[in-house]
C-alpha cells in the first residue's frame, strides 16, 4: 500500500524559509513527483515537479523561490521554499505517479498535505 506523509510545514513571517519533506513507502519504483497547493476557496495548483530524470518545472508564481528535489536512496521527495510570502499560505500536497502528468492534479499518489502560513 502507497503512503506519502507530508512534514515540514509551520508558521513563517514573510521573507522566510521553510523546507517540506514526503516520504513514501510501498513506492519504490521509478516514479513522478510532484507539490501542489490549496489555500482557502482556491483550486489545487501545481507548484513544482520532478520527473525521473531529476528535470524539474515550477509554477510561474513560485519559480526562483522554491526547489524541488529527491532523494531516492531515502524515497524522499523535498521542497524548499525561500523568499516566502503572503499568498504561498496553503495546504501544500505531495504527489506521485508512474505518469509524467507535469503540475496537473492527476497524480494517482497524494499525501495529506502540511499546512504552511506565512504573515505579513
Not at 5 to 12: A, D, F, L, P, T
Amino acid at each position: 500500500q502507497v503512503q506519502l506523509v507530508e512534514s515540514g510545514g509551520g508558521s513563517v513571517q514573510s521573507g522566510g524559509s521553510l523546507k517540506l519533506s514526503c516520504a513514501a513507502s510501498g513506492y519504490t519504483y521509478s516514479s513522478y513527483w510532484a507539490w501542489f497547493r490549496q489555500a482557502p476557496g482556491k483550486e489545487r495548483e501545481g507548484v513544482a515537479a520532478i520527473d525521473s530524470d531529476g528535470s524539474t518545472m515550477y509554477a510561474h508564481s513560485v519559480k526562483g523561490r522554491f526547489i524541488i528535489s529527491q532523494d531516492n536512496a531515502k524515497n524522499t521527495l523535498y521542497l524548499q521554499m525561500n523568499s516566502l510570502k503572503p499568498e504561498d499560505t496553503a495546504m501544500y500536497y505531495c504527489a506521485a505517479d508512474r505518469i509524467w502528468w507535469e503540475l496537473l492534479p492527476r497524480y494517482n499518489y497524494w499525501g495529506k498535505g502540511t499546512l504552511v502560513t506565512i504573515s505579513s
